[in-house]
């Protein structure tokens, strides 16, 4: 599939995805929806842009699908992708349509700031890290070696760390504690996830054994 369609779909796709969290809200006035929104859409693009700019291998490697992904990883991103749409609509039904739950301004703000700090790891890690796959690899087609620097120097995985961040403050945020089961559950496949692939690269990436013998922390530094 061409890449500008492809795009024009995930566009559309994801047009109607937000068109569905304001149905299930009942209403446009939810101002901190679309705070969120304005920040997502502000943060994606300058990310994209960069990308393309500064290191266009990444960002074709980021917007393609590449035949020799791990299964597992593939089957891990769809689960984790139903578990999101699944977020996206509890948070509207509690926190707008029918009130289940409440999170406090002294809650939801520091929230955000935990969002805002997954922003800049993520940015972070995409300054350092010219192999950083959307789907676990081995890009031997791209001269793969292994990345040290930046947050890299005290994790392993700080993608993974600015996942999680990012899926327990968004709910908050947005009002509601019912998403955070949800939430809950894609915290515990990115740790699956972060175990899979760090044996798998430990197994099949020169260096990595040593990187990850100097470099102890997967995720939490002091914690695992």
């Given at each position: 599939m061409d890449a500008r369609l492809r795009y024009v779909l995930r566009l559309?796709?994801?047009a109607g995805f937000v068109g569905l969290i304001f149905l299930a809200a009942g209403t446009f006035r939810w101002p901190r929806l679309w705070f969120f929104l304005g920040f997502y859409a502000l943060t994606t693009s300058a990310l994209m842009l960069w990308l393309k700019r500064h290191d266009p291998g990444l960002f074709k490697e980021r917007t393609t699908v590449k035949k020799d992904a791990k299964a597992w990883d593939k089957v891990i991103v769809k689960v984790y992708t139903a578990l999101l749409m699944i977020l996206y609509i509890l948070v509207p039904?509690?926190?707008v349509r029918f009130r289940w739950s409440r999170v406090p301004p002294t809650v939801s703000w520091p929230a955000f700031a935990v969002v805002f700090l997954a922003w800049i790891i993520v940015f972070w890690a995409f300054r350092?890290?010219?192999f950083l796959s959307?789907?676990?690899r081995i890009?031997?087609?791209r001269g793969h070696t292994v990345c040290t620097t930046g947050p890299y120097r005290t994790v392993r995985?700080?993608?993974?760390?600015?996942v999680i961040l990012s899926i327990l403050g968004v709910p908050l945020f947005l009002g509601s504690l019912y998403a955070l089961i949800p939430a809950g559950l894609i915290v515990g496949l990115f740790v699956l996830r972060t175990s899979?692939?760090?044996r798998t690269l430990r197994r099949e990436l020169p260096g990595y054994p040593e990187y990850a013998a100097r470099t102890r922390w997967k995720l939490v530094p002091k914690v695992w």
């Open positions: 559309t796709a994801t039904l509690d926190a350092e890290n010219a959307g789907l676990v890009q031997t087609d995985h700080p993608m993974y760390l600015a899979l692939e760090d």
